[in-house]
């Protein structure tokens, strides 16, 4: 018995181990805390919304389908009228007609496929991410990001958020001598369609339903998930009161 309860106690430390998000992106820049909207419909939808405006045009979402999106309360007509701009079928999934090949020469890089983006890099990380553009004239898209340094991609929502410039400070290491960059802050160069603080919240939709999108399932799993712990929690102790039972006339 104390061998199942050791086993039951490491597989919830995995369990801890395997949904701690990371707390730093490259070159230690702190990560923004993304707001959990994967319970809300409407912030799901409208998220569904910016995907398919903004990052369908080059990212693919090859294992997703249109379909799918009916279970955020988006009906069938709903999401061939407004989420759909192909001839694809409903029953077709999330693909882009740019060539691999073309995306390379015109980015410097193909983009890679959102299905489960989320979940490889953390909400946490395209909250931040999704945050921190600004303008960089040595960059050939005219773009730099302050989590993801040198990244290909430009910022396709800066009409939303606006243009906006990085500060940094030059600083000496105490120890190695060396000499680096320190960010500051932002300067709104040029205001966008949104206040920051909408900016914000339209980039939490679209995070959570990129959440949603790497795992629709995830809810009912979670459930499941408790059901199954308590099960084995019952079991264990039938079997303790069992063995007990069992072993009280054995002398």
């Not at 707390?23 to 994967?38: I, K, Q, W």
């Not at 079928?89 to 890089?109: E, L, N, V």
Request: proline fraction near 4%.
């Amino acid at each position: 018995m104390k061998k199942l309860f050791s086993m039951l106690a490491l597989l919830g430390a995995m369990l801890c181990t395997l949904t701690a998000a990371p707390v730093f992106a490259e070159e230690n820049v702190p990560l923004d805390r993304a707001p959990d909207n994967t319970d809300n419909f409407a912030s799901l939808q409208h998220g569904a919304q910016l995907f398919v405006n903004y990052c369908l045009n080059c990212h693919s979402a090859n294992l997703m389908r249109y379909s799918r999106l009916q279970d955020l309360g988006i009906s069938q007509k709903e999401i061939e009228q407004n989420l759909m701009f192909t001839s694809d079928k409903i029953g077709s999934t999330m693909s882009i007609a740019m060539h691999p090949d073309d995306a390379k020469s015109w980015f410097g890089a193909t983009p890679p496929d959102l299905t489960v983006e989320a979940r490889a890099r953390s909400a946490a990380w395209l909250y931040t991410y999704l945050r921190s553009f600004y303008r960089d004239d040595t960059r050939p898209t005219g773009w730099n990001n302050l989590v993801y340094e040198n990244v290909s991609m430009p910022n396709v929502l800066w009409q939303l958020q606006g243009q906006r410039t990085a500060k940094f400070e030059e600083e000496t290491d105490e120890r190695t001598g060396e000499k680096m960059r320190k960010f500051t802050g932002f300067q709104q160069a040029s205001p966008g369609t949104l206040s920051p603080v909408d900016y914000d919240s339209a980039v939490a939709d679209l995070v959570a339903y990129l959440s949603w999108m790497a795992e629709p399932t995830q809810k009912i799993r979670q459930q499941l998930g408790v059901w199954v712990l308590l099960f084995l929690g019952l079991l264990s102790f039938f079997a303790w009161r069992l063995n007990a039972a069992y072993w009280k006339d054995i002398k």
